[in-house]
C-alpha cells in the first residue's frame, strides 16, 4: 500500500464516483479502511493515526465490520487465578477483562482472591438454549389457536426444517404465544460453541416456511421481540436466553474480616437492602451490585457480542449469613457467549479466549462455551463480593480515590 494509492482512492470517493461502502470491490481491505481514514481526517481535521495502528488484517475483520476505518483499543487486564469447580470449566483461570473504569479489576481481583483462599467457586450451567420468536398474522383467536395447536403437535417437523440449515444447530422447543390475532412461536436452540443467534435466525426462518404452508398464519416479522435480543425483558429472566448459570461460594466468617474488611452480617444487609429492596423499588430485572461490570469486561476481551450485556445483567445475588461461613451466590439467567463464530477469531480476542484455556469449539461440543460461561459466573460473583463488603465498609469512594480514579 502506498500512500498515492490511498490518496486516489479517497479522491474517487470525494469526486462521486465511489461510495464508502464500496472502496473494498476496488482495493485491499486495508487500503480501503485508510483511505477512509484520509477521507474523514480531511473532513473532521482529526488525527486517525491511533485508530489506524491496529495488528490485525483488515482482510480478516470483513465479517465483523463495514466501512472499517481502524480499531478502537480498549485497555485488557487480566484477573486470577480464580478456581472455578464447574461442569465444564475446571481449575485456576485467568480471565482477562478489558475496560476504561479504573479500579474495577483491582476490586474484582479482592473479590478474586477471597474465592480463592475460600478453596474456590462452584459454579453450574443450569439451562442452556438461544432463543429466536417470529410474529405471525392469523384472522382472529380461533385462527390463533389452530396454530397454536398444530405448532405443538408438529415440532418434529418444524425441526426437520430448522436443522436442515445447520450441522450444529439443534432445535429444542418451540413454544406459542398469543395476543389477539398475532402469534409468537418463541423457538429454542441448543448451539453448541456457538453463540448461536445468526444460526437460530436462519434456522427460524426455515421453519416459519413450514408453519405459512402448513397453517393460515402470515410472517410479518423474524424477531417479534419475545426473543428477545438485546433489550431489557422479563421473559429472558423467568425462561432464561443463552446461557443460565450459577456460581457461588463459602467464605469462613474470619476470611470475610480478613480480607475484606467488614463482617458478613454487614454485607448479608447490605446485599438485602441495595440489591434485593433496592432493586425491587426500582423495579429492576436485575437484582445485584454490578455484574454487568464484569460481563461487559470479559464479552469485550473475549470477543462476545457487546450489546448481549443487556441480558447478561440480568443477574439475582443472594447471600446468607450461614454457621459456618457467608454464602454468596450469583445467577445470571441469560448470558449469551459462544467460543467460535463472531468476535472470537478476532486476533486479541482470540488470544485472549486462549489465556482462559477455552478457545474453538469443545469437546464434547458446547463445553467450551459452557466453560466460558461459568468462568465469567465465578468473575461476577468476585466482583460482587468485592463490592458488597466496600459499600458495608464504607470503602467505596476511598478505594477510587487512592487509585487515582
Not at 37 to 45: C, G, S
Not at 95 to 119: F, Q, Y
Not at 312 to 337: F, K, P, W
Request: with cysteine.
Amino acid at each position: 500500500m502506498t500512500d498515492s494509492d490511498v490518496v486516489a482512492l479517497a479522491e474517487r470517493v470525494r469526486d462521486g464516483e465511489l461510495r464508502l461502502y464500496e472502496l473494498e470491490d476496488h482495493a485491499e481491505p486495508d487500503v480501503a479502511a485508510a483511505a477512509r481514514r484520509h477521507l474523514l481526517a480531511e473532513e473532521t481535521d482529526t488525527d486517525l493515526s491511533a485508530v489506524g495502528d491496529y495488528t490485525f488484517d483488515a482482510a480478516d475483520a470483513e465479517s465483523n465490520i463495514e466501512n472499517m476505518v481502524g480499531a478502537a483499543q480498549v485497555p485488557m487486564g487480566v484477573v486470577g487465578p480464580l478456581p472455578v469447580d464447574g461442569g465444564a470449566a475446571e481449575g485456576d483461570h485467568h480471565l482477562p477483562l478489558a475496560t476504561s473504569e479504573g479500579a474495577l479489576l483491582a476490586s474484582v481481583n479482592r473479590g478474586v482472591s477471597t474465592i480463592r483462599n475460600a478453596g474456590g467457586a462452584t459454579a453450574r450451567v443450569l439451562k442452556s438454549g438461544m432463543t429466536r420468536a417470529p410474529v405471525f398474522r392469523v384472522e382472529d383467536v380461533a385462527e390463533a389457536g389452530e396454530v397454536s395447536a398444530w405448532v405443538r403437535e408438529h415440532v418434529d417437523v418444524l425441526a426437520d426444517a430448522a436443522e436442515s440449515t445447520t450441522s450444529h444447530g439443534e432445535l429444542q422447543d418451540v413454544t406459542p404465544y398469543v395476543v389477539g390475532d398475532s402469534v409468537f412461536l418463541r423457538f429454542s436452540y441448543d448451539t453448541k460453541d456457538a453463540m448461536g443467534m445468526n444460526m437460530a435466525t436462519i434456522a427460524t426462518e426455515a421453519a416459519c416456511d413450514v408453519v405459512e404452508t402448513e397453517t393460515p398464519a402470515d410472517l410479518v416479522a423474524l424477531s417479534g421481540n419475545l426473543c428477545s435480543d438485546k433489550k431489557p425483558a422479563a421473559i429472558n429472566a423467568v425462561e432464561g436466553r443463552g446461557r443460565t448459570v450459577a456460581a457461588d461460594v463459602l467464605i469462613p466468617h474470619e476470611q470475610v474480616e480478613d480480607r475484606l474488611d467488614t463482617t458478613s452480617d454487614a454485607i448479608v444487609e447490605a446485599n438485602t437492602r441495595k440489591n434485593l429492596v433496592g432493586s425491587a423499588k426500582a423495579g429492576a430485572l436485575g437484582f445485584n451490585a454490578h455484574a454487568a461490570n464484569v460481563v461487559a469486561a470479559a464479552f469485550l476481551a473475549l470477543g462476545q457480542d457487546m450489546a448481549q450485556v443487556v441480558e447478561g445483567s440480568n443477574a439475582i445475588t443472594t447471600v446468607d449469613a450461614r454457621e459456618d461461613g457467608l454464602y454468596a451466590s450469583v445467577t445470571i439467567a441469560s448470558l449469551e457467549v459462544g467460543t467460535v463464530g463472531g468476535g472470537t477469531g478476532l486476533p486479541t480476542q482470540s488470544e485472549a479466549l486462549d489465556v482462559l484455556g477455552y478457545s474453538g469449539g469443545g469437546d464434547p461440543a458446547g463445553s467450551n462455551a459452557d466453560a466460558l460461561a461459568e468462568v465469567i459466573a465465578a468473575g461476577a460473583l468476585a466482583g460482587e463480593l468485592s463490592l458488597l463488603a466496600a459499600l458495608s465498609s464504607r470503602h467505596l469512594s476511598s478505594a477510587h480515590a487512592d487509585l487515582g480514579r
